[in-house]
């Protein structure tokens, strides 16, 4: 806030251009970015890992989905899915089992934001919640 001469307080107003940034925040345009980052995550992981453990981290690419899964001697069923459906983004284990999902939002900085459970989170904030579990556990427990 700026002080008028008058004595007043005027407010600052940020002039968004919200039609143009809720046009560029469209699903499958999110969804592709949360893939290229969820392939670095995955890959981030694995460099530390390396050595350390029998086990590492894969991604799997399908289309309008992909998944994330452990691999290593008797590690089975550890996945995490991601599809695209027509209004969200919804995160699966290995049974389809939804662990959550994603709706968009445009908060009120103009910025494209993930809606889970009526809370805005980031993009790594949904990354996280995803892939934690997964990725930092030992996946044979």
Do not use: H
């Amino acid at each position: 806030m700026t002080r008028a001469g008058s004595g007043e307080y005027t407010k600052t107003v940020k002039n968004i251009d919200w039609v143009a940034a809720l046009s560029s925040c469209q699903l499958s345009t999110v969804f592709e970015t949360l893939r290229m980052q969820i392939q670095e995550d995955v890959k981030a992981r694995k460099e530390q890992l390396q050595g350390q453990a029998d086990y590492s981290y894969t991604y799997i690419g399908n289309g309008s989905s992909f998944a994330v899964a452990a691999a290593g001697n008797r590690i089975s069923g550890k996945i995490v899915k991601f599809a695209l459906a027509d209004n969200a983004i919804v995160v699966a284990d290995a049974d389809d089992k939804v662990l959550f999902q994603a709706t968009l939002t445009l908060n009120d900085d103009g910025e494209c934001r993930l809606l889970i459970d009526g809370q805005e989170r980031e993009f790594w904030q949904f990354r996280k919640r995803a892939l934690e579990g997964l990725l930092f556990r030992n996946p044979r427990l």
